[in-house]
């Protein structure tokens, strides 16, 4: 049994969600970087190309790129395949829209760096109202 | 919440205004709140990003039919983004399914009022807001031109967020709307004589690729910066990065010192000089060995008057390879002063094909790259060669000569 780390930050959305955490740290493009039909990220050279994001936890640092992502993430929730949570470094602006229009829950402007913190297949439980998320180590 | 609501915002939250108007004040209350905006502030137009079949995908376009339908209408002058098919007559080789997609998406917009000249450069064809104002644009190359070139004020907004602030006329007033976060936090200092649009796409590239979400300063650019340049660096770095503005000294208009973009301020420095711009330059083409190209697109931002006239000076006698496609690509408003001009023959005679409305990089690429056969293609933008490949096409990138000479031989000779 691993050990338990609490990070605080400031959220956008309802609820509580747990969930599988894949963790990249690089920048994500929804827009062309991930396929709304599949929910794979399908950016050439991408640390996590080929891997899904449908009912992860996603942590990366920052947004980046095409303003069209907002709508690729309320169509993959449209669609049950977005991530049950994000978590950022830091804020960008096309994640958030995303995230409220498709009621993912955000987490961003945390007390501790989540992409340092969070390792893939941890198990993160998301609170966005608080801004609290619960990393449960792996190892 | 740190502001009151105006009665007129309040009404129009209270759903007195229909209900397209109450979800978009809803929206943008909730955007406020999240980035601690200090007000909701009236704009003076908005860019529709989320304007192509391709990125408003099938919820988007559902809940753009809705607002149409439910009595939306723009209460400030709206541009449209590209969308995922040429509308004059082009065929760029999505399925007809997309193409009925595409039309229900720009008629449901001008039901609502949209300026439908679907491009990605509206500051070329009429939305040219001013030095201070505050505007609601999306479509990443255009915020970042809209902040650094005309000094107007808009964050990088995503769709829904954008269609918001047209049914009200309100956004949330946070972030590149504030003077105090327009400052810059890090100097570029460029040490290389930038010619090419690819020249500048790789400045922009490799600064966002390094420091995504930086407010960059910038020296060392030519003296009187042509157009395209300020058009492929915008581009790329909010490419590589979520960079929303640039300073450039001596052309934004809140730069005319280094002093001046950072507020007085200290900055870090890094060069990018030769070695920066030819790493930036591999990298870019590092998904294609293959020398054969089939497709040559050219126009990523759209097209201005001056790169129109340089591709008739490249292509004057010259006939594009009789397998290869060069598509250029331009707003259907600049085309249309070109042909009246007598600009475009000279493209038309060499076999290139003018493109209005759509890219490669928002119309549903897979579709095209399908019907098309594409295999291996060749663009002077950062912002293509980086997105293509995800569709599965192999990209050179290289100058606009470089491209022209390709489509001329079938070959990439760099």
New interface residues.
């Given amino acids: 049994m691993g050990s338990v780390i609490e990070i605080k930050g400031s959220g956008v959305g309802k609820g509580i969600v747990k969930g599988e955490a894949l963790v990249t740290k690089e920048p994500i493009s929804f827009n062309n970087g991930v396929d709304p039909t599949t929910g794979l990220v399908i950016e050439v050279g991408h640390e996590i190309k080929g891997q899904s994001v449908a009912g992860k936890v996603l942590v990366f640092p920052v947004g980046k790129g095409s303003t069209g992502g907002s709508y690729v993430l309320y169509d993959l929730s449209d669609r049950g395949l977005a991530p049950a949570a994000i978590i950022n470094s830091r804020g960008d602006t096309v994640i958030v829209t995303g995230c409220v229009m498709g009621k993912i829950p955000l987490v961003h402007k945390c007390d501790k760096d989540p992409v340092a913190t969070i390792a893939t297949g941890d198990t993160v439980e998301v609170e966005p109202e608080t801004g609290i998320v619960r990393v449960f180590k792996k190892n | 919440m740190n502001f009151k609501l105006t009665d007129l915002q309040r009404r129009m939250l209270d759903g007195e205004m229909g209900e397209p108007v109450r979800q978009g004040m809803e ?1 943008t209350v ?2 406020a709140k ?2 601690e905006a200090p007000s909701l502030i009236p704009v003076q137009s908005v860019h529709m ?2 304007a ?1 079949a ?7 376009r559902k ?1 753009i039919s809705w607002a149409a339908d439910a009595g939306g209408r723009f209460v400030t002058t709206t541009t449209l983004n590209p969308g995922a098919a040429d509308l004059t007559g082009f065929e760029i080789g999505i399925t007809p399914e997309t193409m009925a997609q595409q039309m229900e998406i720009t008629e449901s917009y001008k039901r609502m009022g949209a300026i439908a000249c679907h491009t990605c450069t509206p500051y070329l064809v009429g939305n040219v807001p001013k030095i201070g104002e505050h505007v609601c644009w ?3 190359s255009a ?1 970042v031109y809209c902040n650094s070139v005309l000094g107007a004020r808009t ?8 269609l918001a602030t047209a049914l009200t006329g309100f956004t949330a007033g946070y ?1 590149l709307h504030l003077k105090e976060k327009r400052l810059a936090t890090i100097h570029a200092a460029v040490d290389y004589p930038l010619a090419d649009g690819c020249d500048f796409g790789c400045a922009g590239y490799y600064l ?1 690729k390094n420091y ?2 930086a407010l960059p300063v910038y020296t060392g650019l030519p003296e009187r910066c042509p157009t395209f340049g300020l058009k492929a660096i915008a581009a790329a770095t ?5 960079v ?1 503005m640039f300073h450039a000294v001596g052309i934004t208009p809140e730069a005319p010192t280094l002093e001046a973009a950072s507020g007085g301020k200290k900055l870090e420095t890094i060069k990018i000089g030769k070695k920066e711009i030819e790493e930036t330059r591999q990298y870019l083409n ?2 294609n060995d293959s020398k054969e190209v089939d497709c040559v697109f050219i126009g990523c931002p759209h097209l201005d008057y001056e790169e129109i006239e340089r591709l008739g000076k490249l292509l004057k006698g010259r006939k594009v390879k009789a397998d290869v496609k060069l598509w250029l690509f331009a707003a259907n408003s600049v085309w249309n002063s070109c042909e009246r001009s007598g600009l475009t023959q000279v493209l038309k005679d060499s076999g290139a094909v003018l493109v209005s409305d759509t890219c490669p ?2 119309t549903i690429f897979k579709e095209v790259i399908a019907s098309r056969n594409l295999r291996s293609g060749a663009v002077d933008s950062a912002k293509l060669a980086h ?1 293509l ?3 599965g096409l192999k990209m050179h990138y290289g100058t606009t000569a470089d491209c022209i000479d390709a489509a001329v031989t079938g070959k990439w000779r760099v």
């Fill in positions: 929206l909730q955007l999240f980035w990003p989320g192509s391709k990125t408003a995908r099938r919820a988007g809940y999306g479509e990443s915020v964050n990088r907004e995503g769709g829904p967020a954008a972030g966002a995504p979400d909010a490419t590589s990065g979520s929303s590092r998904t990089n928002i997105y490949p995800s569709w």
